[in-house]
C-alpha cells in the first residue's frame, strides 16, 4: 500500500510539474516582444503581476513537489477523532514505595484534588491500599473528570467529579479472556520443557505449586514424564495481561497421573481437587524449601560434621543456595524466632491441630513479619537459607514434631484438607466435564467477559 502511494504522489507531482512549465516559455517571449515597444509596457505589468499571484497561490515548482493526499483520505476521519479522544487519556504507573497521593499528583492533581479523591473513595475502597505494578488512568477537564483504578482481577474503581464533587464506585472489570492448552514431556528438566510448550515461568511455578503435596519436582520427575495444562489468560482494554490462572492440569509422573481443577466455592475461596473432590492441598507440605538435594537424612546415630563425635541427627538437612526461601509447610503460630545455640537462627511452628509443631534451623534471616506469637499460613516464607549456628555450608535443618518427640519428616502422613462439599458437588461435576472437554479440545478460546 505505501509504494502504490509514493508512485501516486511521485506521478501527479511530475504530470503537474511538465504541464507548469510551458507557459513560461509563453512569458519570456511577451516580455521580449513588449519590452521593446513602450505601447505594450502597462500590458507587461499587468502580465508580470499575475505571473506573481501564481506564483504566490502555490504554482511554483516548489510547493507542487510537496504534494500529497491528505491523511484523512487514508486513516479515516472516525480514527483521528478517536485518537485525538484517546490522547486525552493520561496513564500513571505505582511503583513500589507509592501512596496514592504523589501518584495522583503526578497525574496533575493538586494536592488537596489528591486528598478529595481519597475521602470519596473510603467508603468504596481504601486507596491507602494501592498495589505497586497497578496504574491510575483518567481525564480530567476543566469541570469534569474520570478516574480508574483496578482493584483485582474482576473489579476496578470509578471516580468521577462533577460540580467539584468526587464519587466513586465499584464496577466491574470489562476484560478479554483466552484459554489455550499447553502440553509436552520431559526430556530435559521441568522449566526447560514447559517453555519449549509455550508456557511462561510464572505458569510452570503455578504448577509445581498445584502438584508440589504429590510431586517432589526435584528427586521424582523422569524423563518421558508429560503435562497438560488448561490457562485462561485475561486481558484490560488495552491488551495488558490482567491475570493467567492454570484452570485445569494433568502430570503423568513415573506412570502415575494426577490430574487437577480449578474450582471456586460458594463461599469464594478457590482451591484445587482432584476429579472427584478431594482437595490437593494437604495438611502439610512435602518439602518446606527448594533444595538441591538432601544432604543429611534423619537417624538416630549420625558422626555431627563440626562435633565430631556421633550424636542422633533428629532432622532432615536440605542443601540450597543461600538465601534461598523457606516455607512453613502448615498453617500455624509462630511459638519461638531466636538464636538457639547449634542452631543458630531457628524458628518453632505449633500447627492447628496442637500436637503437631516444626522447626527450621541455621537461618540466614528471618522474614517480615515473623516474631513470636505470629500466625502464619501454609506456604508462607519464613526466612532464609544459610548457615548459622554450627553448619558447614548453607541448608535448611528441618524437624516434624509429634508432642514434642521429632520424627521422620518424610515418612509423616498428609491428609488432604477438605473437600468439596457434598452440597456443592452437582456444580462441580459439571465444571470438570466443561474443563474435561476444553482440554481435549486443545484449542484456542477467545471470550469477552
Known amino acids: 500500500m505505501h509504494k502504490d502511494f509514493a508512485a501516486k504522489v511521485s506521478s501527479s507531482a511530475t504530470s503537474r510539474r511538465s504541464a507548469r512549465k510551458r507557459p513560461v516559455p ?63 487519556w493520561k496513564r500513571e504507573l505505582i511503583k513500589s514505595g507509592d501512596a496514592a497521593a504523589p501518584v495522583l499528583m503526578r497525574m496533575g492533581y493538586s494536592r488537596s484534588e489528591a486528598y478529595d479523591i481519597l475521602q470519596a473513595a473510603k467508603p468504596v475502597y481504601s486507596l491507602a491500599k494501592v498495589r505497586s505494578g497497578r496504574h491510575f488512568s483518567g481525564r480530567k477537564g476543566e469541570t469534569s473528570a474520570e478516574l480508574y483504578y483496578p482493584v483485582d482481577y474482576d473489579r476496578v474503581l470509578y471516580l468521577t467529579k462533577s460540580h467539584n464533587v468526587w464519587k ?195 537461618m540466614r534471616s528471618y522474614a517480615k513479619g515473623i516474631r513470636n506469637g505470629a500466625r502464619v499460613r501454609q506456604g508462607d516464607v519464613i526466612g532464609y537459607v544459610g548457615m548459622s549456628g554450627l553448619a558447614t555450608g548453607p541448608h535448611l535443618h528441618f524437624e516434624f514434631r509429634v508432642n514434642g518427640r521429632a520424627i521422620n519428616p518424610l515418612n509423616i502422613k498428609r491428609d488432604s484438607a477438605t473437600p468439596v462439599p457434598a452440597t456443592q458437588m452437582a456444580r462441580f461435576r459439571a465444571e470438570v466435564e466443561q474443563q474435561k472437554q476444553a482440554m481435549i479440545a486443545g484449542v484456542n478460546k477467545l471470550t469477552w467477559g
Do not use: C
Open 26 to 88: 509563453q512569458l519570456a517571449i511577451a516580455w521580449r516582444r513588449f519590452s521593446l515597444r513602450g505601447s505594450g509596457r502597462w500590458l507587461l505589468a499587468a502580465l508580470a503581476s499575475l505571473l506573481l499571484i501564481w506564483v504566490l497561490a502555490g504554482g511554483g515548482e516548489t510547493s507542487v513537489a510537496s504534494t500529497s493526499i491528505t491523511h484523512e483520505e487514508w486513516i479515516g476521519a472516525e480514527a483521528v477523532q478517536e485518537a485525538a479522544a484517546e490522547s486525552s
Open 168 to 362: 466513586a464506585e465499584i464496577r466491574p472489570r470489562t476484560a478479554f479472556s483466552q484459554t489455550q492448552v499447553f502440553e509436552g514431556e520431559i526430556t530435559d528438566n521441568l522449566f526447560t520443557d514447559a517453555a519449549r510448550a509455550g508456557m511462561d515461568d510464572r505458569t510452570t511455578m503455578t504448577l509445581v505449586d498445584i502438584f508440589a503435596w504429590d510431586i517432589d519436582f526435584v528427586r521424582d520427575l523422569r524423563n518421558g514424564d508429560r503435562f497438560r495444562v488448561l490457562t485462561e489468560e485475561r486481558f484490560d482494554a488495552e491488551g495488558r495481561l490482567i491475570s493467567s490462572v492454570i484452570r485445569a492440569a494433568e502430570f503423568i509422573n513415573q506412570g502415575e497421573t494426577y490430574r487437577a481443577i480449578r474450582y471456586t466455592l460458594a463461599d469464594g475461596s478457590v482451591g484445587y481437587y482432584t476429579p472427584d473432590g478431594t482437595s490437593m492441598r494437604k495438611t502439610y507440605l512435602k518439602a518446606p524449601v527448594k533444595f538441591s538435594r538432601i544432604s543429611s537424612r534423619f537417624q538416630l546415630r549420625r558422626k555431627h560434621p563440626v562435633l565430631g563425635f556421633t550424636r542422633a541427627h533428629r532432622g532432615v538437612d536440605y542443601a540450597a543456595a543461600t538465601g534461598t526461601p523457606i516455607h512453613a509447610v502448615g498453617d500455624g503460630r509462630v511459638v519461638f524466632s531466636g538464636w538457639k545455640g547449634g542452631y543458630g537462627r531457628f524458628v518453632l511452628i505449633r500447627h492447628v491441630n496442637s500436637t503437631h509443631s516444626t522447626a527450621y534451623g541455621h
